[in-house]
T-cell receptor, first 111, second 113 residues
Framework: KQEVTQIPAALSVPEGENLVLNCSFT??????LQWFRQDPGKGLTSLLL?????REQTSGRLNASLDKSSGRSTLYIAASQPGDSATYLC??????????FGKGTLLTVNP | GAGVSQSPSNKVTEKGKDVELRCDPI?????LYWYRQRLGQGLEFLIY????????KSGLPSDRFSAERTGESVSTLTIQRTQQEDSAVYLC???????????FGQGTRLTVV
């Protein structure tokens, strides 16, 4: 059974800092890994999708890496802003096509 | 449509009543997922559709829960004889194929009183 763990559970940083969020998964037989953000009381917004054959993806200030063999992904956020404050979720799609989520990292960027 | 649409956005129901939640996926998306998120908790997988068939129903919590999808489009999640522990946000997602990006709707907040 796939299990996804996100560390840290919560993170508070001053504006302008670069930061890294971590995601690990137990079953490396995945199709892809997707990072989402969730704002309070809202649905999920897709940030980045990395296919299992890829090592990284970039979108603006966001960069996600994937090391499938070790079961790890990181989300790097450059020059953080207060608007980046949200819960960040990592999800892996396994061979059964099910998206399995971690519990998320609650990020607070202080002005 | 432009995105995944869920209705209603909020639903308050009395314990013991049946409820139907609706999901309109992005046009052309063959894969559709339902998840449940209890207050302060992570996302709990309920069911996955590929086209109109549901190869994975493993997450449905009990036989009070059922889901269907017709015409490779709209899906409904039905909860019979609702209980207070069913109170949660129910989220729907769709993707074009099994290996493409998943997009979520805004969810239906269900409150059972």
């Amino acid at each position: 059974k796939q299990e996804v763990t996100q560390i840290p559970a919560a993170l508070s940083v001053p504006e302008g800092e670069n930061l890294v969020l971590n995601c690990s998964f137990t079953d490396s037989a995945i199709y892809n890994l997707q990072w989402f953000r969730q704002d309070p009381g809202k649905g999920l917004t897709s940030l980045l999708l990395i296919q299992s054959s890829q090592r990284e993806q970039t979108s603006g200030r966001l960069n996600a890496s994937l090391d499938k063999s070790s079961g790890r992904s990181t989300l790097y956020i450059a020059a953080s802003q207060p608007g980046d404050s949200a819960t960040y979720l990592c999800a892996v799609k396994g061979s059964n096509y099910k998206l399995t989520f971690g519990k998320g990292t609650l990020l607070t960027v202080n002005p | 449509g432009a995105g995944v649409s869920q209705s209603p956005s909020n639903k308050v129901t009395e314990k013991g009543k049946d409820v139907e939640l609706r999901c309109d996926p992005i046009s052309g998306h063959t894969a559709l997922y339902w998840y449940r998120q209890r207050l302060g908790q992570g996302l709990e997988f309920l069911i996955y559709f590929q086209g109109n068939s549901a190869p994975d129903k493993s997450g449905l919590p009990s036989d009070r829960f059922s889901a269907e999808r017709t015409g490779e489009s709209v899906s409904t999640l039905t909860i019979q004889r609702t209980q207070q522990e069913d109170s949660a946000v129910y989220l729907c997602a769709s993707s074009k194929g099994v290996n493409t990006e998943a997009f979520f709707g805004q969810g239906t907040r269900l409150t059972v009183v």
